[in-house]
């Protein structure tokens, strides 16, 4: 096992982890981006884990850095490197780390005195910050970038990669990238001058990055909606779910303007709260815009008697739910795929609704971009299921690709289909797929008017009590969902042996480091990645042909162990619940360690 | 088409006759005030030439929130969930700012379960005739008090309501909304001069519709029964509506009577019945809503009008034609596009 510096003095090469303890609201998010970004450039793959507080200043925060050779991108439990700029936490932040680790300090905390068996490199910061900046009031954002200095010269990072770093992370605003520069310089500077060489961390130039983007979750969300041609936008603000919208604002205010008259073709509004915002989707949707709004648990929960009338009357709309700890507030500001049954059943009575899970920043954008032309073709809503995980950190992708195919718009008809049509009825079935013909408001002509009720219809839309109409239109609506089957993204497969693991969304790193390690030590695995609810066949098939299956999943309960259960209770027997949720994002080792502890 | 026999039914400016306007028979119960309000919204869209394709009927839940299936059936309904009408106005008209759409909603539905929504609806300025059927009680769960119930009022079998009730029109006219009106579903006269008022405003028209319930509020001691809205209605004026393909041909009465135009050339006349009442005044509309309230009386007519408070569509001035119908060719930006951003985040 390649881990940490407790089992030898060997140099690792481009794998190990850092992690640097800060204040949260002190700037330290720049600075870490910075040295994550510049070990990118390095052509090193890299992820980055900013651990943060519910809070806007104050309170302790901590960003994990990893790089790994082998392109490990999930978290990593051990630490190699600590950088320890936080008072309050510093005996903490020390105490867990592995014997042989480094440290580096704010010299006048005086760590080293607490073990003997740490590597320890103590800076004194303000010293250096006082010297490099001479604007007092900057000093303590500047503080950082001094480590960012420090850590480079000591890991061997280039301070080219550095800088360009700096200047992207602080785009547009030269003055504080020059600033910047300096500060790193000044603490390579010291380092070089002061700090003994080590040779147990290092990185070194690779090219495993070369052509890739770096970006976080939301980022990929809002652009798969700007290039689906998103309409109308109804939100209200929730952690991690805001950026979603606010990228895409910003996205919008370049791409979506209409050339002639500058005006803008999106309409994105602020609403007073959940409800209201699913409200304005679903009657956009119902009036023909593709629209979408984005939320975490909490903006579900409120949601929920509206997603329960848009499923009834068929009215489209997107769902991006950013899911974090719940239940209630929980913990705002860490990851959890909670909200796995919530938004497959989402509301009363009897629904089932459509869920992608997107594991990557490609699928984030594509199932994004898939989600409106599936709202649009099963005129439902649609649930696009990521994680503050995903949503949130930093990471490395492929670019993406264009999608260059027209927008499916589902069955609409206009003036002319209706003036042909003899005996049009809103839910009538002429397809066989479950999925009847619409019509939008302001359709020219005198035909295709309807009325949308949430009370029991027919139909011709028309309010019935009759049980057969009751009956025709559930079992439809129900009909509609394997309809969906032949719609939504396959699961991923690997492998053939009878030793399964099944796994979705931000799972997907840890799985993949998981078998390299179990396969190490001697247990071979098959790896099927859901993408979607409904499930399709070839999920059927693949847990038919598996001995056991661990289902991995970042909840308590293990929700999709349920839905499997509920779908598939001929294979319920073989299902293994591999279970994470402390808040933080998964890691292989615990996979490993849950796996190993059924098999003892 | 054979010449007009003399039996003809009338037709508006679309040729079209009033039963072009009607909706599903009506399963209120009889004698319910929300009937005789679906009847001046059906005479007022036909007076007005409003074409059904374009226009919408919204709803939350209520017996009041059933009536948009009993009027224009050539229109779009949607009789969405109980309070929420406002947000499905707002939605359908960020999609299509083409559209006219006419939400109807219950004292229950806006006043309570709905009275967030509401407040953020006229805080937009959505454009949307709002009609509230205000009867003091939910009618469809039964004949429990609503927020608008006045103290002292008692229900059928005999509770007295002693919470004070919130009142719909001071609250629109301190929101900032631009058309605030009040009337009695007995008085088709004036009901229908303020729909037709409503229907030509570009912004969010609020109507307090009073609409006695005489299933179970109906009682001479209800402030909101027939007897006791037709003994306490004070109309502020005597109201005129002239539309805008009709201005140049109709000449408006001079002498005490005020005009307002709408921003599409309709006029509406004020001839004043009380005092001076000036429906431009916000200050001056307060203080005689607040003064007849001290005297148990219903004001009613149109009493505050902005015809020109900018709309949502002033706050999210996205481009003229309908974005719901857009092409993609115009919501989709290019390759180029895409690559230009891939390249920023490498
Ligand atoms: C979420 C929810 N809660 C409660 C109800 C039950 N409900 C239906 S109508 C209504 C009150 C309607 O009162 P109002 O809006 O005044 O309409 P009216 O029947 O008096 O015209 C209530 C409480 C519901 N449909 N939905
Ligand atoms: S219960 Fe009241 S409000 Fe409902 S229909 Fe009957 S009279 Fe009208
Ligand atoms: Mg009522």
Redesign the interface.
């Known amino acids: 096992m390649t881990t940490s510096l407790a089992e030898g003095s060997a140099t690792l090469v481009n794998d190990f982890s850092i992690e640097v303890a800060t204040v949260n609201g002190s700037g330290s998010q720049t600075a870490n981006n910075v040295l994550m970004r510049t070990i990118f450039q390095m052509g090193v793959p890299v992820s980055g884990k900013n651990l943060f507080p519910s809070n806007i200043a104050g309170l302790p925060t901590w960003f994990q850095i990893r790089a790994s050779a082998k392109g490990y991108v999930a978290r990593k439990h051990d630490i190699d490197l600590m950088i320890c700029m936080n008072p309050e936490t510093a005996k903490e932040d020390v105490a867990k780390l592995k014997p042989g680790a480094i440290c580096i300090f704010d010299e006048p905390l005086k760590l080293d005195s607490l073990r003997t068996d740490l590597i320890w490199y103590p800076v004194p910061f303000q010293k250096l910050v006082t010297a490099s900046c001479p604007e007092p009031k900057l000093h303590k954002l500047i503080k950082n970038m001094i480590y960012v200095g420090v850590a480079a010269q000591l890991l061997g990072l280039d301070m080219a990669e550095a800088k360009s770093a700096i200047t992207k992370q602080l785009k547009g605003k030269a003055k504080a990238a020059e600033l910047n520069h300096v500060a790193a310089q000044a603490g390579y500077d010291w380092a070089a001058a002061n700090m003994p060489e080590q040779h147990r961390l290092k990185i070194v130039r690779d090219d495993k990055t070369r ?5 976080d979750g939301n980022s990929a969300c809002a ?1 798969g909606a ?7 936008v ?1 939100w209200y603000p929730i952690t991690p779910a805001s950026t979603v919208v606010e990228y895409l604002i910003d ?1 919008a205010d370049e ?2 303007k ?1 050339p002639v ?1 500058g ?7 602020q ?3 959940e ?17 979408m709004t984005s939320t975490a648990g909490p903006g579900i929960s409120l949601m929920s ?2 997603i329960g ?1 848009g499923y009834f ?1 068929e009215a489209p709309a997107v769902f991006v739910n950013v899911q974090r700890t719940g239940p209630s507030t929980g913990l705002p500001t860490r990851t959890q795929q909670g909200d796995i049954e919530l938004c497959a059943k989402a509301s009363h009575g009897d629904t089932h609704h459509v869920c992608l899970y997107p594991a990557n920043m490609e699928e984030c954008f594509r199932f994004t971009y898939d989600a409106f032309d599936l709202a649009e073709r099963l005129q439902t809503p649609i649930f696009l299921m990521t994680d503050l995980d995903l949503g949130m950190q930093n990471w490395a992708s492929k ?2 690709t ?1 999608p ?1 195919k ?2 499916d718009r589902g069955k609409v008809l206009g003036e002319k289909e209706l003036a042909e049509l003899k005996d049009w009825g809103r839910y009538k079935d002429l397809d066989g797929d479950a999925i009847c013909a619409r ?8 035909k295709g ?7 029991g219809h027919n139909e011709y839309a ?2 019935s009590e009759k049980p057969d109409d009751w009956t025709k239109l559930v079992d439809r609506l129900r009909r509609k969902l394997e309809t969906a089957k032949s719609l939504v993204p396959r699961p991923v497969v690997d492998g053939e042996d009878r030793r399964g693991i099944l796994a979705f969304g931000s799972s997907d790193p840890a799985v993949f480091e998981a078998r390299d390690l179990l396969r190490a030590a001697g247990k071979e695995t098959s790896y099927l990645r859901l993408r979607a609810f409904p499930f399709t066949a070839e999920v059927d098939a693949w847990l038919e042909a598996r001995e056991v299956v661990y289902v991995v999943e970042q909840n308590r309960d293990g929700q999709m162990t349920a839905l499997l259960r509920d779908f598939y209770p001929q294979h319920a027997m073989r299902f293994r619940k591999v279970l994470h949720y402390d808040g933080t994002a998964l890691n292989a080792q615990t996979l490993v360690d849950q796996i190993s502890g059924y098999e003892k | 088409m054979t010449t007009a026999a003399p039996s003809a039914p009338a037709t508006n400016r679309l040729g079209l006759t009033k039963q072009d306007y009607v909706g ?1 028979k009506s399963t209120l119960c009889p004698g319910c005030g929300h009937d005789a309000i679906t009847a001046q919204i059906i005479a007022a869209a036909w007076e007005m030439g409003l074409e ?3 226009v ?3 709803s939350g ?1 209520g017996c009041s929130s059933k009536s ?2 009993y009027f224009l ?9 109980h309070g ?1 009408a ?7 008209a ?3 700012k ?2 006219k759409n006419i939400l109807v909603s219950g004292d229950g539905d806006s006043m309570s379960i709905g009275m ?2 509401l ?2 609806l006229i805080r ?1 300025n959505v454009p949307v005739v709002y009609i509230l059927e205000d009867n003091g009680v939910y009618g469809l769960t039964k004949g429990q008090f609503s927020a608008t119930a006045d103290v002292g009022s008692t229900l059928k079998h005999g509770d007295v309501n002693e919470i004070p009730p919130i009142d719909p029109c001071s609250l629109a006219i301190e929101l900032g909304c631009g058309f605030v009106a009040r009337s009695f579903s007995g008085n088709p006269k004036q009901l229908n001069a303020i729909l037709k008022a409503a229907m030509a405003h570009t912004g969010c028209a609020i109507i307090d519709v009073i609409s006695p319930c005489v299933t179970f509020n109906n009682h001479d001691s209800s402030t909101k029964s027939y007897k006791n809205a037709k003994d306490h209605d004070y109309p502020v004026h005597d109201l005129g509506f002239v539309q805008y393909n009709e201005v140049e041909e109709v000449e408006i009465r001079a002498g005490d009577a005020r005009e307002v135009a709408f921003p599409d050339g309709s006029v509406v006349s004020f001839r004043a019945v009380k005092d001076d009442y000036d429906p431009t005044n916000k200050l001056a509309a307060m203080q005689a809503i607040h003064a007849s309230k001290a005297k148990q009386e219903f004001l009613t007519g149109i009493l505050y009008l902005d015809p020109q408070a900018p709309t ?1 569509h002033h706050f ?5 034609e ?5 092409p ?1 060719a ?6 180029e ?3 230009r ?2 390249q920023g ?2």
């Open positions: 052509g890739q983007i770096m970006l652009l700007i290039f689906a041609g998103v309409t109308v109804g996205y791409l979506r209409d008259t005006r803008p073709t999106v309409a994105i509004v609403m007073e709260d409800l209201a915002s699913a409200g304005v989707i679903l009657a956009a949707g119902w009036a023909g815009a593709r629209s008697e509206f009338l009357v670019p993406f264009f260059g027209p927008f019509t939008l408001p302001g359709t020219p002509g005198g008017a309807y009325f949308t009720r949430g009370t028309y309010y | 599903s059904g394709s374009k919408t009927k919204l839940i948009p299936a059936n050539q229109s779009w309904g949607f009789n969405s969930v929420r406002a947000a499905i106005a707002t939605g359908t960020l999609a299509n083409t559209l967030g929504q407040v953020h937009r949502i999210c001035p996205t481009v003229d309908p974005l719901a119908t857009l993609q115009r919501t989709q930006p290019g390759p596009a895409l690559e951003i891939m985040l490498m």
